[in-house]
């Protein structure tokens, strides 16, 4: 079962649009991929930075608050001293 000329090349035709289609399918989703995993790159740089940068913020507050402690005691310490110097 031959198929007349134009049929043929129609055919022909359709299979060269549709390889030209698939052609640029792929090479969007290739794009699409290297996007994909240089915002993914992006992101986890981000997060291990994010995670650095929490890590120092949580021993400067420790460090903070110990300093506050002992400032509470010394004040506290004065105010006791000051204490005793008023019942004189």
Do not use: N
Request: charged share 40%; proline share 1%; no cysteine.
């Amino acid at each position: 079962m031959e198929l007349p000329r134009d049929q043929e090349v129609d055919a022909l035709a359709r299979l060269e649009l549709r390889i030209e289609q698939a052609a640029e399918l792929v090479s969007r989703l290739r794009r699409e991929k290297e996007a994909a995993l240089a915002e993914r790159e992006t992101a986890v740089r981000e997060s291990a930075e994010s995670k650095a940068l929490a890590s120092r913020l949580a021993l400067e507050i420790e460090t903070l608050r110990g300093e506050r402690g002992e400032i509470r005691s010394r004040i506290e310490k004065l105010i006791g001293q000051m204490d005793l110097l008023s019942a004189s």
